[in-house]
C-alpha cells in the first residue's frame, strides 16, 4: 500500500518517523523498534519514501549530519538487520 499523505511533507513524516525511533529506544523497546525498521525498509523498497527524505529526518531528529554514503552504510547495518530480525519473527509465528 502506497504512502498517502494528506497532512504532512514526506520529509515532515520522516521526522515524526524517527521521533517514534527514538522513543522505542529510549525505552529500550527492541521489538518496537524491530517492527519500525521493518516498515520503514519497506516502505523504502517500495518508494514511497526515499532516502534522502529518510536520512534528512534522521540528521534532524538525531542532530547528525550523515551523508549519503553514511546513510547507505547506516541503512545496511542498521535498518536492514533489523528488519531482517522482525521478518524472522513474523516467519516464526506463521509456522
Excluded: C, P
Amino acid at each position: 500500500m502506497a504512502l498517502k499523505l494528506r497532512h504532512q511533507t514526506a520529509g515532515e513524516f520522516a521526522v515524526r518517523f524517527w521521533n517514534a525511533v527514538q522513543r522505542a529506544q529510549g525505552d529500550g523497546d527492541k521489538i518496537e523498534f524491530s517492527r519500525l525498521m521493518y516498515w520503514i525498509e519497506r516502505k523504502l523498497v517500495a518508494g514511497d519514501i526515499t532516502d534522502a527524505e529518510v536520512s534528512k529526518g534522521f540528521n534532524a531528529v538525531f542532530e547528525r549530519a550523515i551523508n549519503a554514503t553514511q546513510w547507505t552504510q547506516a541503512r545496511t547495518d542498521r535498518v536492514k538487520e533489523a528488519h531482517g530480525r522482525y521478518a524472522a519473527m513474523l516467519a516464526e509465528v506463521n509456522l
